[in-house]
């Protein structure tokens, strides 16, 4: 879901509106919890046939002369379970490291895109408080008074909606902090997905102020046992998926983790050196390439020229005859290859095959840019380090699969796929 609001958000798509009439809702002492500690939250994988990046505008191609031929490409959306107020009210949302913001439905939305989900009742909840304006985030609004309202647009859809402060809890992990409690959302896309909102995971720059950081919040409160998260995406349908907040686990890591320094704050973005195929360098880069890791897309995406580029180099067939010769498709990231197999970067389908790398270009200072969604996450564990401002790759654990540890052909399969390029380059 990052990725559509990448889309705006790295041209900052959002507005302040005057409004007034304001009514203070709720009233107590917001909480949290002093003991530091970690939780992981189950996430459900739904199958879908457009991802919620690409009805937000991302553009896929398939390889033809003219390179303009388009295919819906299949897609997962992957969410789990928050509580938000006292007593708490539980919402399914997807945990999106390409925006910085809590945003749910609220109560007072009656657009369908709202009514289908769960709402936030502020009136239900007695530590809830209506505030004002985000850079005052502790003022409560008068009576009467003042209040802006943000519009965050996301791609062909936008919402619209107030700030709240409550209590906010994943799992046993509780902070409070500031949210967005939707008044209005468009039909497309949000009546069309599965869960009900955005945990977004980008850092503070990312977010309407800093009290609305939930992982910053977290971090103030004191309440995490190391400052940090971690994601590991489920390889099928009935793999479970998770994220894990205050801590990584080594058991879904098949490989140790080699950490990247995010180049950019803002989206978790790391510097790419190259692009490989069959691990041989490709020279794409030129020095100017940067990629996102966003555990809210659906997709993998980059700039137009160097994907073209790429679909001309791989030459996938249309009808998928060359499927079972295609070679392994690496990005050189901290002294590593970290590569993909046709199955990670190829739809298949009954429609045929084509290169699962959309299109987007991202202007100055952010991009040119690629985007590293969920095909990368289900082959690769990431762990987001807070605190020394850090991204950490690992080959993730999938039972069964050829990356669990301890056999020689295990060996050989991690060796391929994830190459430490350091040794080399130092006997050079």
Request: hydrophobic share 40%.
């Amino acid at each position: 879901m990052g990725l559509l609001h990448t889309i705006c958000s790295l041209s900052v798509c959002t507005c302040l509106v005057a409004q007034t009439g304001a009514i203070v809702v709720g009233g107590g002492h917001l909480r949290s919890t002093a003991t530091a500690g970690a939780h992981t939250v189950t996430l459900t994988r739904q199958r879908t046939a457009l991802s919620f990046a690409q009805r937000a505008g991302m553009r896929m191609r398939r390889r033809t002369g003219s390179k303009a031929g388009c295919k819906t490409v299949h897609a997962s959306e992957y969410f789990g379970k928050v509580s938000v107020g006292t007593p708490p009210q539980e919402f399914t949302v997807v945990f999106d490291t390409g925006s910085g913001n809590l945003l749910l439905p609220s109560q007072q939305c009656k657009d369908q895109a709202c009514t289908s989900h769960k709402r936030f009742n502020a009136g239900a909840s007695s530590t809830a408080v209506d505030v004002g304006f985000a850079d005052s985030p502790d003022k409560p609004v008068v009576k009467g008074g003042d209040r802006d309202v943000v519009t965050i647009t996301f791609g062909t859809g936008e919402i619209s909606g107030v700030f709240v402060k409550d209590n906010i809890c994943v799992g046993s992990i509780c902070t409070h902090g500031n949210f967005v409690a939707a008044t209005e959302e468009s039909d497309e896309p949000f009546s069309l997905v599965p869960f009900d909102g955005i945990f977004g995971l980008g850092l503070q720059q990312m977010s309407e102020g800093p009290h609305f950081n939930i992982l910053d919040c977290m971090i103030r409160d004191k309440v995490l046992k190391a400052n940090m998260f971690a994601v590991f995406f489920g390889a099928t349908d009935e793999e479970p998926s998770e994220i894990t907040f205050g801590e990584y686990r080594k058991a879904k890591m098949a490989t140790d983790l080699f950490w990247v320094p995010v180049s950019s704050p803002g989206y978790w973005q790391v510097e790419m050196e190259d692009i490989t195929i069959a691990n041989t360098r490709m020279s794409l880069c030129k020095g100017q390439c940067q990629v996102a890791v966003d555990t809210g897309t659906s997709l993998m995406a980059g700039p137009t020229d160097i994907v073209n580029d790429l679909i001309d180099k791989l030459a996938v067939a249309n009808n998928c005859s060359n499927y079972d010769k295609l070679p392994d498709l690496g990005f050189v990231v901290g002294k590593h290859i970290l590569n993909l197999k046709p199955e990670d970067y190829v739809d298949k389908s009954e429609d045929g095959c084509s290169v699962a790398l959309m299109t987007l270009d991202i202007p100055p200072p952010k991009g040119p840019l690629f985007i590293f969604g969920d095909p990368f996450l289900r082959k690769y564990y990431t762990v987001y380090d807070r605190e020394a401002l850090r991204i950490g790759f690992a080959l993730a654990a999938h039972p069964g699969g050829p990356e669990v540890k301890g056999s020689a052909a295990a060996r050989h399969s991690k060796q391929t796929l994830l190459v430490d390029l350091s040794p080399a380059e130092a006997a050079a």
